[in-house]
């Protein structure tokens, strides 16, 4: 039987190191590490898929045209998108910048779509019942995968953390506000 990483299993996780910056507009949060060994996001792209791959989550890598590195999938409803950017400041010293987008599916897109067009053929065809049943339908369908979407976010954002520590790469603001990156780059 393939285990995922589920709700439950972040009850295992390690409190949060770092203050997520979220976009409600873009529907992505944004974290950012400091390093002074040289790593590269190729190798934080890959402890990533390696954790993710272990709890059988379907990845899908960039191939060059994309405004993504990974692609991460949880079910059929919800997806997330990493792209991670790495600026690099002299010797080893390097930023990391993730951003983790929470986006619905293709087969979630195409089953709102599918929603809106039967809800308009039933008004027009003068059918108020089955317009109401599925709009309740589709509000259900809204929800769950909503709530998918968040879930997913959060596994993500831990996974982050988790390999963040394990590669020892430093958060660059804290949840205690304290800029441990920033009292490292003042240093050098």
């Excluded at 989550?57 to 059929?76: P, T």
């Excluded at 002299?90 to 809800?119: D, E, H, P």
């Excluded at 109401?132 to 589709?138: E, G, L, M, P, S």
Aim: proline share 1%; with cysteine.
């Amino acid at each position: 039987m393939a285990r995922t990483l589920t709700q439950a299993d972040l009850l295992n996780f390690e409190q949060s190191a770092q203050r997520v910056h979220i976009s409600w507009r873009d529907r992505a949060y944004e974290l950012s590490y400091w390093t002074e060994a040289a790593i590269e996001k190729e190798n934080l792209l890959q402890k990533v898929m390696d954790l993710l791959l272990a709890y059988k989550y379907f990845i899908v890598m960039d191939q060059g045209w994309s405004d993504w590195d990974l692609e991460i999938y949880q079910g059929i409803w919800s997806k997330v998108q990493l792209k991670v950017c790495t600026e690099n400041h002299g010797g080893n010293k390097r930023v990391l910048r993730v951003r983790c987008a929470l986006r619905m599916s293709q087969l979630a897109t195409m089953a709102m779509v599918g929603y809106c067009l039967f809800t308009i053929v039933a008004i027009v065809l003068g059918m108020p019942e089955v317009a109401t049943v599925t709009i309740a339908v589709c509000m259900l369908n809204a929800t769950v995968i909503l709530y998918q979407n968040f879930q997913l976010g959060r596994i993500l954002y831990q996974v982050l953390e988790i390999v963040a520590k394990r590669v020892y790469l430093l958060p660059i603001q804290t949840t205690c506000n304290k800029s441990v990156a920033q009292s490292a780059i003042l240093q050098s």
